[in-house]
């Protein structure tokens, strides 16, 4: 394809004839390169809150990059609110307070985890169910309607489905409308899913598709309430959906809990 293109460049005839091909950026995004480097450590806690940062001229000795580069990459993390500047002082990691939304995927493995994202899933996605129902486009439906047969067909094979139940809900949260809905979803990623994040003593392999069943039976209310264009139908069935999970894992929770002897 690209020699097709470049036979159809040559053959332009007349002046100027190269002016509407654009100069290509390199490959690699340095500026991004290092923004990512210094945030994933401090995210990672290994340069905590206060923490000064190197100057431009380390910086720029370590990583390799030219001063243009590592100011680009200051003023980004300064944007995202990682990063504070003092004046005449330096660049320092901001304080935890002043740090933007942050959920640790890594240690979404206990209860009280999973049960603090559930219960933002339910503030979050009751309500852009209600507007998927009110906006959703012929082809938005269709998405959402495709993923529910992914789904039935991951449990058919005898899956967890959890791919397939983060695409479902991704689709609903993207016929809302609003793009902050699919953004926190994506954000938060497949661990939305608990039966992703917690492995539980689920019985027999029979209950545990009983148990996906009556999941996807609670998924296709919410699509045919989306179809329908009932936003108040939408709304009961994604709150029902949520909060019947939500039980479950209060309850896992309940018996996990340490008891006084």
Do not use: C, W
């Not at 290509?24 to 290092?34: I, Q, S």
């Not at 995927?105 to 999973?114: A, Q, R």
């Not at 994506?186 to 939305?192: A, D, K, P, Q, T």
């Amino acid at each position: 394809m690209m020699t097709r293109q470049l036979e159809n460049v040559s053959s332009t005839k007349g002046g100027g004839k190269l002016a509407f091909l654009r100069r290509l950026r390199p490959v690699r995004n340095l500026t991004l390169e290092v923004v990512e480097q210094i945030a994933n450590e401090i995210r990672s806690g290994n340069l905590g809150p206060g923490t000064r940062l190197p100057t431009e001229h380390e910086l720029m000795s370590a990583l390799g990059v030219s001063r243009t580069v590592i100011r680009e990459a200051i003023a980004a993390l300064r944007a995202e609110g990682l990063v504070i500047s003092r004046q005449g002082s330096g660049v320092y990691v901001a304080d935890e307070s002043r740090l933007p939304l942050r959920i640790s995927l890594e240690g979404m493995s206990s209860l009280e985890d999973i049960l603090h994202v559930m219960e933002l899933r339910l503030a979050i996605e009751v309500e852009a169910a209600a507007l998927a129902a009110e906006r959703a486009t012929a082809e938005q439906v269709s998405s959402i309607e495709e993923a529910l047969s992914d789904i039935e067909f991951a449990i058919s094979k005898g899956e967890h489905a959890v791919n397939e139940d983060f695409a479902f809900h991704s689709a609903v949260a993207a016929a809302s409308g609003n793009p902050k809905f699919i953004k926190m979803l994506e954000f938060l990623g497949r661990h939305i899913i608990p039966r992703q994040s917690i492995r539980t003593s689920a019985g027999t392999l029979e209950q545990q598709q009983q148990y996906l069943r009556r999941i996807q039976s609670e998924h296709s209310r919410i699509s045919a309430a989306i179809r329908s264009k009932d936003a108040a139908g939408a709304r009961r069935a994604m709150r029902g959906h949520l909060s019947r999970s939500l039980s479950r894992y209060r309850r896992l929770a309940e018996h996990s809990a340490p008891r006084d002897a």
